[in-house]
């Protein structure tokens, strides 16, 4: 028998090539874990601090302004989660009566200040404004309007927060702001 020269180096490179295949992995025992960590966020607040206050206003006097910046504006305070967006709804009055005048009013105008976001303005509406509380958590929202003409006061506006996707709402209760 004679066997041919290439046949032991082909077999002995099957061999080389089985050897270096990989081995079946065998089950290893290690394990690992992790901590769950939650941190509870305080509940959303509004309180009303200052309320819109057009001044002392006589029987046919002409228009009056009020902008966010005046410092006759309403003033909410609001606290939240620190850097959170947040809803504004507000429910706005279309005049002011105390009974005997009535004044209509519109041109609603709206600011708010937090630390980090600085001032950001919107327009009050019953649709909803989107602004943020500031590092601290907190932000200070401002209220103004246009007064048309005529002469009596007495009516009050209230403000809603809501984090977007929340369900309730936060009112001023109490505190809603009279004018």
Same mark, same amino acid.
């Given at each position: 028998?004679?066997?041919?020269?290439a046949?032991p180096?082909?077999?002995?490179?099957?061999?080389?090539?089985?050897?270096?295949?990989?081995?079946?992995?065998?089950?290893?025992?290690?394990?690992?874990?992790?901590?769950?960590?939650?941190?509870?966020?305080?509940?959303l /607040?509004?309180? =009303?601090?200052?309320?819109?206050d !057009?001044?002392?206003l @006589?029987? +046919? $006097?002409?228009?009056? &302004?009020? %902008?966010?910046?005046?410092?006759?504006?309403?003033?909410?305070?609001?606290?939240?989660?620190?850097?959170?967006?947040?809803?504004?709804?507000?429910?706005?009055?279309?005049?002011?009566?105390d009974?005997?005048?009535?004044?209509?009013?519109?041109?609603?105008?709206g600011?708010? /200040?937090?630390? =980090?976001?600085?001032?950001?303005? !919107?327009?009050?509406? @019953?649709? +909803? $404004?989107t602004?943020? &509380?500031? %590092?601290?958590g907190?932000?200070?929202v401002?209220?103004?309007?246009?007064?048309?003409?005529?002469?009596g006061?007495?009516?009050?506006?209230?403000?809603a927060?809501?984090?977007?996707?929340?369900r309730?709402?936060?009112?001023?209760?109490?505190?809603?702001?009279?004018?």
């Amino acid at each position: 028998m004679r066997t041919h020269p290439a046949l032991p180096s082909r077999l002995g490179a099957l061999f080389a090539a089985l050897a270096l295949a990989p081995a079946p992995l065998l089950a290893q025992n290690n394990a690992a874990s992790i901590t769950a960590m939650a941190v509870i966020a305080p509940s959303l /607040s509004v309180s =009303g601090t200052r309320n819109l206050d !057009f001044g002392t206003l @006589s029987q +046919g $006097s002409g228009p009056r &302004v009020i %902008t966010a910046s005046d410092p006759d504006a309403g003033e909410f305070s609001v606290g939240a989660v620190a850097n959170a967006s947040i809803t504004l709804t507000f429910t706005l009055p279309t005049e002011l009566s105390d009974g005997s005048f009535v004044i209509p009013i519109d041109n609603w105008t709206g600011a708010s /200040s937090a630390l =980090g976001p600085g001032i950001e303005f !919107f327009t009050p509406s @019953s649709s +909803g $404004s989107t602004v943020h &509380v500031g %590092t601290n958590g907190g932000a200070a929202v401002f209220v103004g309007a246009r007064k048309r003409g005529g002469g009596g006061v007495r009516r009050c506006q209230n403000l809603a927060v809501a984090e977007p996707g929340a369900r309730q709402l936060q009112r001023g209760g109490a505190d809603d702001r009279c004018v």
